[in-house]
């Protein structure tokens, strides 16, 4: 009987934006070093980033990312980890604009797919996790958003819901528009929300019933469930 085969890369995605995505990433990128995997995180696009040299870089979604790969911030690894930063914390396309700077779908999916395995040495079994911006249909170009983003990949996805107030409607109206799309679903969590009126239970709970995938809880300042991690990495290899 064949091993089940291990997937090698998995989009994050946002069913809204400042839900906790870069926390839920850091947490699943912490949870597999754990186990002992290799894993490479990746930000290709940030916005409302501030110069390496300024403290409160120390807070930004990139370093977060780093440090959960156990790596320091110095100009190489920033690089390495979201090659496009802009200062202004608006989308992409509009943080760019205000940079004299465009933003091209091509070159970005480009560079994305050059991290991925088998071109990844010296590990080509990493596992490559690759976090998009804002919510799936946040404009990331003058022209394309997450979605087109994901779909130029073909990677499957690992949808981030919040639990605030909404967010069980927000959840499964971007797991509908991933099934409309054919992007593969791996997982759903539930990363949990500030000051939300029911606990992150109910909505995964909420969101279990009506999805055929695992989904699982990050708590507020808790680790990454082992069960999710381990079945985002079963299934067809992406």
């Known amino acids: 009987m064949s091993a089940t085969p291990r997937r090698r890369a998995l989009f994050i995605a946002g069913a809204g934006t400042e839900i906790g995505k870069t926390y839920a990433t850091a947490a699943l990128t912490r949870r597999l070093r754990e186990q002992g995997r290799h894993v490479l995180t990746l930000k290709p696009l940030a916005s409302g980033v501030p110069p390496i040299d300024d403290p409160a870089f120390a807070e930004s979604d990139t370093a977060i990312l780093l440090a959960a790969q156990g790596l320091s911030v110095a100009t190489e690894t920033v690089e390495a980890c979201s090659p ?8 992409p396309d509009q943080a760019a604009a205000r940079e004299g700077r465009k933003l091209h779908l091509d070159e970005l999916v480009t560079w994305c797919e050059r991290q991925l395995p088998p071109h990844r040495q010296p590990h080509p079994d990493m596992t490559v996790l690759i976090e998009g911006v804002g919510g799936l249909m946040s404009p990331i170009t003058a022209d394309a958003t997450g979605l087109d ?7 499957p996805a690992l949808l981030v819901s919040g639990s605030y107030l909404g967010a069980i409607s927000h959840a499964l109206t971007a797991i509908e528009t991933l099934k409309a799309h054919g992007v593969p679903l791996a997982g759903v969590v539930v990363s949990e929300s500030t000051d ?10 909420a969101i279990a019933r009506r999805v055929e995938v695992t989904v699982g809880i990050v708590p507020r300042g808790g680790a990454f469930p082992g069960g999710l991690a381990d079945a985002l ?4 290899l992406g």
């Open 149 to 155: 983003w994901l779909k130029q990949l073909g990677l």
């Open 196 to 205: 939300a009126p029911t606990p992150p239970e109910v909505v995964s709970e």
């Open 84 to 91: 496009w930063r802009f200062s202004a914390p608006l989308a």
């Open 233 to 236: 990495l079963q299934g067809p």
